[in-house]
């Protein structure tokens, strides 16, 4: 009964470093999101997928890109990250539109120096 | 742009007294949800309201949405220490049906033992 798994939970990046998030969930949900969370300013979307091959553009996905190449990942890329992408991120996942709300992992605290 | 804003910004109760979060929103909705965070964890999903429903019920809380006043309101009752937590609205683009829930900052509640 793992839910939504996120790995790494912490990581430090130089400016320009790359580094991939995974996002893992395992109860065969067809949604999936990566949000980041910043003070004050509650979760703002930046990518997510309504199936399996399939991603979308959020709020904000500038600096970002993803990919869903299995039902059950959802991966989020950093290609060259800069100090402004400082934020705690988070996978959800939902079995497609509203029925049940999301299931959020616990987070990785990303800190870009 | 932000769809719904949560109020108060922070709120600070004894242990047993009720506490109401209200959340406020700008468009039209087909669903709007709670969603609770402790500290340095993921959200976990409380309650969805649809936009054709005027109340819903969870154990001690209650949720109320007035699509008139674009407002709904989160009431825990006999709350209790382990209530401390960061509370969220989310809503829905009402012209993007389940797609993207938009977050608000939250209320941060404080129950004092």
């Known amino acids: 009964n793992a839910g939504v798994t996120q790995t790494p939970k912490f990581r430090v990046l130089k400016t320009g470093q790359s580094m991939t998030l995974l996002c893992a969930q395992d109860m065969n949900h067809e949604y999936m999101y990566w949000y980041r969370q910043d003070p004050g300013m509650g979760l703002r979307l930046i990518h997510y997928s309504v199936g399996e091959g399939t991603t979308a553009k959020g709020e904000v996905p500038d600096g970002y890109n993803v990919s869903r190449l299995k039902k059950q990942n959802f991966l989020l890329g950093l290609e060259s990250a800069a100090p402004s992408q400082t934020s705690v991120y988070f996978c959800?996942?939902?079995?497609?539109?509203?029925?049940?709300?999301?299931?959020f992992g616990s987070g990785t605290r990303l800190t870009v120096v | 742009s932000q769809q719904g804003e949560e109020d108060p910004q922070a709120l600070s109760i004894q242990e047993g007294e009720n506490a109401t979060m209200n959340c406020s929103y700008k468009t039209s909705i087909n669903n709007l949800q709670w969603y609770r965070q402790n500290s340095g964890r993921g959200l976990v999903h409380l309650i969805l309201i649809r936009s054709n429903e005027r109340e819903k019920h969870s154990g001690r809380l209650r949720v109320t949405l007035d699509t008139s006043k674009k407002s709904s309101s989160l009431l825990i009752t006999a709350s209790r220490a382990a209530d401390t937590a960061s509370y969220f609205c989310?809503?829905?683009?009402?012209?993007?049906?389940?797609?993207?829930?938009?977050f608000g900052p939250g209320t941060r509640l404080s129950v004092l033992p």
């Open positions: 959800a996942s939902s079995y497609g539109r509203v029925r049940a709300g999301y299931t």
């Open positions: 989310a809503t829905d683009a009402g012209d993007n049906y389940g797609q993207n829930f938009v």
